[in-house]
Structures are given as structure tokens and as C-alpha cells.
């Protein structure tokens, strides 16, 4: 059986975003809290692992991980290297097959 799951509404995926990443980095990049969001497709898990090294890393720009998702295969950047089963690429294809 299949549930369909509506992606966040762009309100609701930036404030996860912010709320990821904690502290003030939202509102130091809001552009790019929008961008990371959008380029996640809003979806909640997406957004999730493309935050856990943002928010590792509290000097790292949101910018720059956009500009990682968005240069090359994205569903493969949407990956943790301690964590292969963490990704986005096995939640799709466990969520589309059968």
C-alpha cells in the first residue's frame, strides 16, 4: 500500500532548516536557508541529512552546502559517510518499491 507524503509547505521547511541548524545561522543566511530547503525538494529527511554536518561544523556556510547539492548528483550528496543506510537514496528506494 502506498501513502503519498506531501512535501512541507516553504514556511515549515525553513524553519526546520533554522531549527537544524540552531543558533542564529538562519537568520545570518536566510537566502541560503530558503535555497537548502528548496534544493531538498522540502522534504523532511532530506533536510535532515543535509543539515547533520551543517550543523557539526557552526562556521560552515549554508551556502556552500547548497552549492554542493546543487552541482552535482544530489540524491548522492544527500548522504552521511559515517552512516551509508543514513541517506536519501535507500529511504526512496525502500518508499518505491514494492
Known amino acids: 500500500m502506498s501513502v503519498p507524503v506531501d512535501p512541507l509547505t516553504t514556511d515549515e521547511?525553513?524553519?526546520l532548516v533554522t531549527r537544524l541548524l540552531g543558533g542564529d545561522r538562519g537568520e545570518r543566511e536566510p537566502q541560503a536557508?530558503?535555497?537548502l530547503?528548496?534544493?531538498?525538494a522540502r522534504l523532511p529527511l532530506a533536510i535532515r541529512i543535509a543539515t547533520v554536518g551543517l550543523a557539526a561544523e557552526p562556521t560552515g556556510s549554508v551556502a556552500a552546502a547548497v552549492d554542493e547539492l546543487t552541482c552535482g548528483g544530489r540524491l548522492d550528496a544527500l548522504a552521511l559517510d559515517e552512516d551509508a543506510g543514513l541517506a536519501v537514496r535507500p529511504a526512496f528506494d525502500l518508499s518505491t518499491t514494492g
Open 13 to 15: 521547511s525553513r524553519t
Open 33 to 35: 536557508v530558503a535555497d
Open 37 to 40: 530547503a528548496d534544493s531538498c
